[in-house]
């Protein structure tokens, strides 16, 4: 959209069949529903975006700001809404774990606040800094020392929550982002002051938000292939030139965007001469994957909403299982999109369209998980499920499975880590690349690279890598 709008000529090469990558739909026991991601946060992100184009997202989708922003449980017991109305959500954690927590939750709050006003322009909305250049775009150390870059999220959540319940749930933002909270910065608490200022649903679904994407760009003038994906890179004169389709097709082009996976290229998938545009992560480097199951059918037993989560009982033991005994845990955090709910009614008994999902290690490259999901993990997520009182079945005849190695052949380079490299220690966040790879003419976008993982931070990649070939490409010339 950004490049076509300036008259650029874009062509855009997707690999699928459709296009929105991992905002993908699959069909499960007769009905379509999203496969991918699920929270549409950083309403201001997508209102710049279209607005930029002469349009409004108003008009392009349907949006409902969501009362609940999430609803949790635990097998232990307790059940805690957080709302959109941070009074009632303050109100919420005063009923279920008393004064001392929700006065934790105020600072909480405030803290998360103060990081995301340091960051959001310096960092997030800016072409890639290092440790340097950030402290003097922020101007100011004291502010940045703030962000607490040396401890950890799960550490930092202690000094405000003496309810482990509460540490577990707050910690769970760190998996937005593909990390474990006792690896992970503490500046990732900023994520839960994204969600307290809402947390919307898109009638339609998230594919709708990639559907909108697509038309308008078109209507801008870009071009967009589907089925067409890329056998490589051309590479001349230690510049990238153009692109080759696995049909033999080959298309010449000033300058080309990549957002596939950053690791697809640092393997050589697209050729040996584009490997020198950035490092592969290392299989121990990757970050989360999952097990996730889409599915058509009844549930009992539990009210739920859109957005769902259900804590497993060893928080350490589950994130140690993934990075560090490379499985699943024996009582695993479910997170559950019922995506017939939230601010609509289902009747019971009704099949309802649902997405269930478990942190995985990325190692699809070298394990199948298909059989492994069905037959082990499936029980345990049924198990923790009912003992939190949700009844579901996930029966093969009404769901499909998608795990690691799945997410490998979708998205090659990846092991199927989701959201490219785990965000761990202090500089955690600065390890993804800029906008401009190595190999000049080559720039990258997408998840795997700055500003980091979920769907606004892709976008916003991408609008940095419109602006890096705009400033880049000699005048006159599209």
């Given amino acids: 959209m950004d490049l076509a709008r300036q008259g650029l000529a874009v062509t855009v090469l997707e690999a699928a069949p459709t296009v929105g990558g991992k905002m993908r739909r699959l069909t499960a026991g007769g009905a379509a529903m999203d496969a991918g991601p699920t929270v549409f946060t950083m309403r201001w992100v997508f209102e710049s975006l279209f607005a930029d184009a002469g349009a409004s997202l108003e008009g392009a989708l349907t949006l409902s700001r969501a009362d609940i922003l999430a609803r949790h449980a635990w097998p232990q017991g307790g ?15 005063r009923d279920f774990a008393g004064p001392e927590n929700a006065a934790g939750f105020r600072s909480f709050s405030a803290r998360a606040a103060d990081m995301h006003a340091t960051l959001a322009k310096p960092f997030m909305a800016s072409q890639r800094p290092s440790m340097a250049e950030l402290t003097f775009r922020v101007g100011n150390l004291a502010a940045l020392w703030r962000t607490s870059p040396l401890a950890t999220l799960w550490g930092s959540l202690g000094r405000h929550f003496s309810d482990r319940r509460l540490r577990q749930l ?7 982002v593909g990390s474990s909270p006792f690896k992970a910065p503490a500046t990732l608490m900023l994520i839960a002051h994204v969600e307290g200022q809402g947390v919307w649903l898109v009638d339609g679904g998230m594919h709708a938000l990639a559907r909108a994407v697509a038309g308008l760009a078109e209507s801008l003038g870009a071009t967009i292939r589907t089925a067409a994906p890329a056998r490589r890179i051309l590479v001349s004169n230690g510049r990238a030139t153009g692109v080759e389709l696995a049909s033999g097709e080959q298309l010449q082009a000033d300058a080309i965007v990549f957002n596939g996976d950053m690791s697809a290229l640092g393997m050589g998938l697209l050729g040996d001469p584009a490997r020198s545009a950035t490092r592969a992560a290392t299989p121990a480097e990757r970050g989360l994957s999952a097990i996730v199951w889409t599915a ?8 739920l909403d859109h957005h769902n989560v259900f804590f497993g009982e060893d928080y350490v033991d589950e994130f140690d299982a993934v990075f560090a005994r490379r499985t699943v845990s024996a009582r695993p955090t479910v997170y559950i999109c019922a995506q017939d709910r939230g601010n609509g009614i289902v009747a019971p008994g009704k099949p309802e369209r649902m997405l269930v999902l478990v942190n995985a290690p990325a190692d699809g490259d070298t394990r199948a998980f298909e059989g492994f999901a069905r037959a082990e993990i499936a029980p345990r997520v049924r198990s923790l499920l009912k003992d939190c009182g949700l009844d579901i079945s996930l029966d093969p005849a009404s769901s499909v499975v998608t795990g690691p190695d799945g997410f490998e052949a979708l998205f090659p380079g990846t092991g199927g880590a989701l959201y490219g490299k785990a965000n761990h220690g202090m500089l955690g966040s600065f390890s993804r690349p800029g906008a401009r790879s190595r190999l000049p003419g080559l720039y990258l976008a997408g998840g795997s690279v700055h500003p980091g993982a979920g769907v606004p931070m892709a976008t916003l990649s991408g609008r940095l890598a419109a602006e890096a070939v705009t400033l880049d490409l000699p005048r006159g010339r599209v």
Avoid: K, N, Q
């Avoid at 059940?79 to 954690?93: K, M, N, Q, Y």
């Avoid at 058509?296 to 009210?303: D, I, L, N, Q, R």
């Fill in 296 to 303: 058509m059918e009844p549930t009992s037993g539990f009210a």
């Fill in 79 to 93: 059940v805690l809404d957080l709302h959109a109305d941070p009074e009632r959500s303050e109100a919420a954690i």
């Fill in 170 to 176: 707050f910690a769970r933002y760190s998996t937005y």
